[in-house]
Structure formats: structure tokens, C-alpha cells
């Protein structure tokens, strides 16, 4: 008797320009690559086109928030719609930004217990509450929170006074209710703060994968893009060495 494993979930989102259809598929090529078994890759858009096939593709679901610059993450929480509304996705789903970079195998970030699980924010001094997680990287259970949809509906646009973005939000939706819970510390690496040496060495010293690492998080600047090359950081003076080893993984299954 064999064991049979899982469908794993895995969801994105793409709204306006920002992101183009390639990045979607990069992501598609390195979750296949890092999961082991059968896999469902679901991307929630409003721009479907030139997304590979192998990618499930659904409409973005209205997010009743008012916020600034096109909402900006805000639309990440129509994830937590009702079921019907992703596609019939429901249980574990793991959630990816799309400029994070897989460096390792993702099956532990389904097998680690828990009901919701997200980054510990790399900087929880810049929230007013501590616990606040930076949502790049998350595993929910897609369906069973609709409620948060109704929260945000009831607050308005006074829930842009409150929190200051959707990570604090959900970070504290899923507090109040016992459920945050935090990924182990290296697997979810952040470029800028977890590969790049502090200055004055990061000016010297390339960037490093950091031991334990399962994903690299590109959060503000650079992008993987630009980390491949090197170049300034996301202030001026901050110079960044090339980090040319994460072409591999970012070209894994291409022809």
C-alpha cells in the first residue's frame, strides 16, 4: 500500500501592471519544482493574459476598502472571499508574492502545523503592534474566513486610520481570534535584510543564501531582477553587490 499525498494549494494574485503574466509563470515553474505530488496553482487577477495553462485562473474579488495608490495590497485580502469565489479552492492554501524567489523544497511550509501561519515582520518596530506579519509568505485555510470580508465592509474607510496596511489587518484578524502563528524564522529570508551585509560591508561582500532559507522575500527594492545585477538599494547610499546565484533558481523549468 502506497501513501498518497495531498494536493497542495498554492495561490497568487495580479491586479493592473504592476506584475506582468511572466512573473506569474516563474512563480508557477518554481513552486512546481519545490512541491512534491499533485499541485493546484491558483492565480486571482483582472489580467489573465499570456498566463501559462497550468495555472488556474480567477477573478479578483472585490476588496470593500478605499486606499491609496490602486489599493495597494489591499486586494490581497479578496483571498479571503468565499470558496465558489477562488474557484472552489477551501482548506491549507499557501499563499506567494510574486517576486519572492524559491531556493528550496516548500513541503514543510504544509506539513508545519497550524491554522494560519505568515512571516514575523523583519521590522515590527515601524506597526504599532509587534505581532504584525509581512504577508509575502502565508498558509491559510481559503474559505473558512469570509467574516473578514464583512469586518473590513464594517469598518470603511476608517479602517485605513487603524491599520496601516492590509498586513497589520490581517495580522490582528487572526490574533484576535488565536490562530497567528509565524513561519521558523530562516525559511522565509528577506533579501535586503537576511542576504545583504550590513553596510559598510554589503558594499564589498555579494550577497549570501542564508542557511535554511525554503524562499527569498524581495520586499521594496531591489527586485530579483535587479539583485541578479547588483546596483543601489533602496537608498542611495546603499550599494548592492550582485547576487547572480539566484538566476538558477529563478530559471528553474524553463526549456
Known amino acids: 500500500m502506497t501513501d498518497t499525498v495531498a494536493t497542495r494549494q498554492v495561490v497568487c494574485t495580479k491586479w493592473g501592471a504592476k ?14 519544482h519545490a512541491v512534491t505530488g499533485p499541485l493546484r496553482f491558483v492565480c486571482s487577477t483582472d489580467h489573465a493574459d499570456g498566463i501559462d495553462p497550468a495555472v488556474e485562473v480567477v477573478p479578483l474579488v472585490d476588496v470593500p476598502v478605499v486606499g491609496d495608490r490602486d489599493n495597494r495590497g489591499w486586494k490581497k ?23 519572492v524567489v524559491i ?7 504544509f506539513e508545519l502545523p497550524g491554522a ?3 512571516i514575523k515582520d523583519y521590522k515590527p ?14 498558509r491559510f485555510n481559503a474559505g473558512a474566513h469570509t467574516d473578514l470580508l464583512d469586518e473590513l465592509a464594517a469598518m470603511g474607510p476608517a479602517v485605513l486610520k487603524r491599520y496601516r ?13 488565536g490562530l497567528l502563528d509565524y513561519w521558523p524564522k530562516p525559511w522565509c529570508a528577506s533579501f535586503k535584510h537576511d542576504c545583504v551585509k550590513p553596510l559598510p560591508m554589503g558594499a564589498f561582500q555579494a550577497p549570501q ?8 522575500v524581495f520586499h521594496g527594492t531591489p527586485k ?14 546603499r550599494v548592492i553587490k550582485a547576487a547572480p546565484w539566484l538566476k538558477p533558481y529563478m530559471d528553474v523549468g524553463l526549456p
Open 19 to 32: 506584475f506582468p503574466a511572466d512573473e506569474v509563470n516563474r512563480l508557477y515553474r518554481m513552486v512546481r
Open 77 to 99: 485580502l479578496g483571498l479571503f472571499g468565499a470558496s465558489e469565489q477562488l474557484g472552489g479552492l477551501a482548506g491549507p492554501t499557501l499563499y506567494l508574492d510574486l517576486d
Open 103 to 109: 531556493v528550496d523544497s516548500l513541503d514543510p511550509l
Open 116 to 118: 494560519f501561519r505568515v
Open 125 to 138: 518596530f515601524r506597526y504599532r503592534h509587534g505581532f504584525t506579519g509581512n504577508t509575502s509568505t502565508f
Open 165 to 177: 496596511n492590509e498586513q497589520e489587518f490581517i495580522s490582528d484578524y487572526m490574533r484576535r481570534r
Open 209 to 216: 543564501k542564508p542557511e535554511g532559507a525554503k524562499l527569498i
Open 224 to 237: 530579483p531582477e535587479e539583485a541578479l545585477i547588483g546596483g543601489i538599494g533602496n537608498k542611495w547610499y
